[in-house]
């Protein structure tokens, strides 16, 4: 799930945290991409351009998940959600490897690391949406910015995409109270 947060946040234009976010290329996407990668917390070699242009495309498709969800349209986030695991041919497979232990991955037809990952993000998406917190994606409501994230905290009342963005909301709600 972080890393479909990560290649959203990373990879799309809009705006974050109250400055533009124009969408990355050259070098500078492909850092951005394997940044997204590595906030899975495991550390991945560096992304190509050719996989940073693909998982690109893979971020605008998940971003329609977490909008559609924040306009509370699930039947539109599961339609997109069912696309992407049928394009990417996401099935689970243990894999073991490089003195690893047994893990999971969401090998596609594809074969290409770009489009493990695009399964890999789907099916999170998957296990999200078709669970009890399918309402859990979302979209930050603090003016000027964009961002998607997760809520995973217990009461699930999170506005948010960072506390940066709740820090700018608080501060302009305080501002305006002692103006
Ligand atoms: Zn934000």
């Given at each position: 799930m972080a890393v479909a947060v990560g290649l959203v946040n990373a990879l799309t234009a809009g705006e974050a945290r109250g400055r533009p976010h124009p969408a990355p290329d050259g070098e500078e996407q492909a850092s951005a991409a394997t940044q997204a990668l590595r906030s899975g917390g495991r550390h991945y070699p560096e992304v190509t351009a050719g996989e940073a242009a693909e998982l690109t495309v893979v971020a605008a498709a998940l971003r329609v998940v977490f909008e559609s969800v924040a306009r509370g349209d699930a039947d539109e986030a599961a339609r997109q959600v069912n696309e992407l695991l049928e394009e990417t041919d996401a099935r689970p497979h243990l894999d073991r490897h490089d003195g690893e232990p047994w893990h999971l991955h969401f090998h596609?037809?594809?074969?290409?690391r770009a489009g493990d990952w695009a399964a890999s993000c789907a099916t999170a998406l998957a296990v999200v949406l078709g669970g009890?917190?399918?309402?859990r994606l979302g979209v930050c409501t603090a003016p000027h910015c964009d961002r998607v994230y997760v809520d995973v905290s217990r009461n699930g009342t999170r506005r948010f995409c960072s506390t940066a963005c709740q820090n700018r909301v608080k501060t302009a709600a305080f501002r305006a109270r002692n103006t």
């Open positions: 596609g037809t594809g074969g290409t009890d917190l399918f309402d």
